[in-house]
């Protein structure tokens, strides 16, 4: 069932066609309008971002660690 929390959680939001088709029209609409204004330094505009464009990472930390700090933890795992 794509309306439970599973779902969800695992595929992310849905949107119906309604939903699609309105984001479509608000794409032309704001590339019609960038046109029609013929600035040369206007930026181009960008698309709605749609639920499945959405880059899915998770980031642990910042950078590696020494192997020495990496072996006190672990030995310390050990330990437990």
Same mark, same amino acid.
């Given at each position: 069932m794509p309306e439970t929390a599973l779902a969800h959680a695992v595929y992310g939001e849905r949107w119906s066609?309604?939903?699609?088709?309105?984001?479509?029209?608000?794409?032309?609409?704001?590339?019609?309008?960038?046109?029609?204004?013929?600035?040369?330094?206007? +930026?181009?505009?960008? +698309?709605?971002?749609? +639920?499945?464009?959405?880059?899915?990472?998770?980031?642990?930390?910042?950078d590696a660690i020494p192997i020495s700090q990496f072996d006190d933890w672990w030995e310390s795992k050990k330990r437990k």
């Amino acid at each position: 069932m794509p309306e439970t929390a599973l779902a969800h959680a695992v595929y992310g939001e849905r949107w119906s066609i309604t939903d699609q088709l309105l984001a479509l029209i608000f794409d032309v609409l704001q590339l019609g309008n960038w046109q029609r204004a013929r600035k040369r330094t206007a +930026p181009k505009p960008k +698309p709605l971002v749609r +639920p499945w464009q959405r880059k899915k990472t998770t980031s642990l930390g910042r950078d590696a660690i020494p192997i020495s700090q990496f072996d006190d933890w672990w030995e310390s795992k050990k330990r437990k």
